[in-house]
């Protein structure tokens, strides 16, 4: 039962994870307009996101451009397209063989419970592999905005901060390594358990004499007792 909690609750991680990365891909704030310096203009914001960039006005008004060639953008933002998007691919996949090999579903009923805890390890895995896609450009991304933050040869107007995408990317990342360690813990020890059966001896006495029992598996509810007569 604890086992079943346990991998219950690290799907639901992981499915909170992998909706944090689809948000940290399609927010265009992973950089924002940074007012710093002697002469702060605060009449617009901007918002770059790896797909587009958006000028905020101090009116409310928002205006988003897509970017017109993806090759001109800088290594950072073409390397978070491509791994957040494998991220979401693979956490798809994980969250379809986690729910296949879950203790709750009736997938895989007629196989040995070896087979659905191979799933739900493979499951693991592939959510453990989705949080580092998602966790390699997002801090990345936030590398290159320090770095350039800090650069003397940057004019003021053109220093960024770190948006709040990366800071969802980075609580996604956890969460679906959270949610994929879960997984593959619960689903080894079950299989350790189940190929490591223990070996219960009883010593039933009656009438005088002893008898000796065996049970195999220490986890069948019902006790088998004998009586031995002389």
């Not at 690290?10 to 950089?31: D, K, N, Q, T």
């Not at 579903?105 to 419970?113: A, G, M, Y």
């Amino acid at each position: 039962m604890a086992s079943k909690s346990i991998h219950l609750l690290g799907s639901v991680l992981a499915l909170l994870g992998w909706v944090g990365v689809l948000l940290s891909c399609l927010i265009p704030m992973w950089r924002m307009t940074s007012f710093v310096g002697a002469i702060i203009v605060t009449a617009e914001t901007i918002w770059e996101g790896i797909w587009m960039n958006c000028v905020v006005q101090s009116t409310g008004q928002m205006q988003c451009d897509s970017y017109d060639s993806l090759l001109a953008l800088s290594s950072d933002l073409i390397a978070a397209e491509v791994l957040t998007v494998g991220s979401l691919l693979i956490g798809s996949l994980g969250l379809a063989l986690a729910f296949i090999g879950g203790k709750c579903t009736r997938f895989l009923d007629n196989k040995s419970r070896a087979v659905k805890g191979r799933v739900a390890i493979a499951a693991g895995l592939a959510l453990i592999i989705s949080a580092l896609l998602c966790l390699i450009p997002v801090t990345w991304a936030a590398v290159n905005v320090v770095q350039i933050f800090y650069n003397p040869q940057i004019s003021d107007a053109q220093r960024r901060e770190i948006g709040p995408a990366i800071y969802i990317g980075w609580g996604a990342s956890i969460l679906l390594l959270v949610g994929g360690g879960m997984l593959c813990s619960t689903s080894c020890s079950k299989e350790t358990e189940d190929n490591n059966p223990s070996v219960n001896y009883r010593v039933v006495s009656s009438s005088g004499s002893r008898s000796i029992l065996k049970s195999e598996n220490s986890d069948d509810a019902s006790i088998r007792k004998a009586d031995a007569y002389v």
